[in-house]
């Protein structure tokens, strides 16, 4: 079994900083990509940002410079910075990642979510 437990999510206001954090425990052998969704009241999910195993990152348009994200490999962990809120950044906010198990099976793994809401 994988688990992947998340926090650091909460109420800010525009313009503040909140810090995701993401940890992967259980029987992992490898994690390639690990990625933030989102997922807003009347929107559909979207991917945040991803990180590939070498630290290759991709983000969505509307977060690119405000948003970082990062990994600590040896931790099984994944963050995502988060700077210069806004409203519309208010969702639940989800991780993923892409799981090799040690019996070697892919498991498509994700948080619970944590909610993040910017108050204006």
């Known amino acids: 079994q994988v688990q992947l437990v998340e926090s650091g999510g909460g109420l800010v206001q525009a313009g503040g900083s909140l810090r995701l954090s993401c940890a992967a425990s259980?029987?992992?052998?490898?994690?390639?990509?690990m990625g933030w969704y989102r997922h807003g009241a009347g929107k559909q999910r979207e991917l945040v940002a991803s990180?590939?195993?070498?630290?290759?990152?991709t983000y969505e348009d509307s977060v690119k410079g405000r948003f970082t994200i990062s990994r600590d490999n040896a931790k099984n962990t994944v963050y995502l910075q988060m700077n210069s809120l806004k409203p519309e950044d208010t969702a639940v906010y989800y991780c993923?990642?892409?799981?090799?198990?040690?019996?070697?099976?892919?498991?498509?793994?994700w948080g619970q979510g944590t909610q993040v809401t910017v108050s204006s």
């Open positions: 993923n990642a892409d799981v090799i198990t040690v019996t070697r099976l892919r498991r498509d793994t």
């Open positions: 259980g029987t992992i052998f490898s994690i390639n990509a």
């Open positions: 990180i590939t195993s070498g630290g290759t990152t």
